[in-house]
């Protein structure tokens, strides 16, 4: 049982260029969510899902974009990196209670 | 949003001694629940509590829950070392389903 899983674990990025964050969980969790969190700060709601298929906003959705076409998947697109999205992101999944169980971080550079 | 607000900000205590969090939320919460985060690691689940619940224990952990304040408090008795760590709360469930926000935490420090 893996839980919650997320690549890649560093990520440079130069301004202007696009890329996916994967993140995956094998505790059939209907509930998965997106933050960053930046130094000194808390984590920060992107976007999260309900259930496959099911998407939303969170506080800071701007620049980034989400799919949810299976149960297991929540990947993560940042459409055209900016230094203002150098962060931490975490993935997570959550339970019926809505508990949250965190993937181990990415850690993205744009330059 | 059911957004948490931890205080203090920083909280540094010895060993042996007690350490005592708060937080704040806005909107009505099916449940309240707290987190910690070791440097630079994801968030762990340490306890949740109903909203039609007071008071709830696990190991060294203590946790209230106050409705017509919107406040919650975390207690930690007998502090180790290894508590030092950020905790958080999250108001979960109620009018805005599945948006679960955090506040920026309380950064623990427990001197040896």
């Known amino acids: 049982n893996a839980g919650v899983t997320q690549t890649p674990k560093f990520q440079v990025l130069k301004t202007g260029q696009s890329m996916t964050l994967q993140c995956a969980q094998d505790?059939?969790?209907?509930?998965m969510s997106w933050y960053r969190q930046d130094p000194g700060m808390g984590l920060r709601l992107i976007h999260y899902?309900?259930?496959?298929?099911?998407?939303d906003q969170g506080e800071v959705p701007n620049g980034y974009n989400v799919s949810r076409s299976t149960t297991e998947d929540f990947p993560l697109r940042l459409l055209s990196a900016a230094p203002s999205q150098t962060s931490v992101y975490f993935c997570?999944?959550?339970?019926?209670?809505?508990?949250?169980?965190f993937g181990p971080g990415t850690r993205l550079t744009v330059t | 949003s059911q957004q948490g607000e931890e205080d203090p900000q920083a909280l540094s205590i010895q060993e042996g001694e007690n350490a005592t969090m708060n937080c704040s939320y806005k909107?009505?919460?099916?449940?309240l629940q707290w987190y910690r985060q070791n440097s630079g690691r994801g968030l762990v689940h340490l306890i949740l509590?109903?909203?039609?619940?007071r008071e709830k224990h696990s190991g060294r952990l203590r946790v209230t829950l106050d409705t017509s304040k919107k406040s919650s408090s975390l207690l930690i008795t007998a502090s180790r070392a290894a508590d030092t760590a950020s905790y958080f709360c999250?108001?979960?469930?109620?009018?805005?389903?599945?948006?679960?926000?955090f506040g920026q935490g309380t950064i623990l420090t427990v001197h040896p």
């Open positions: 997570a999944s959550g339970d019926r209670w809505l508990r949250q169980y």
């Open positions: 505790m059939n969790h209907e509930y």
């Open positions: 899902s309900v259930g496959a298929g099911i998407t």
């Open positions: 909107t009505s919460i099916n449940n």
């Open positions: 509590i109903r909203s039609n619940e």
């Open positions: 999250a108001g979960a469930g109620g009018t805005s389903y599945g948006k679960l926000t």
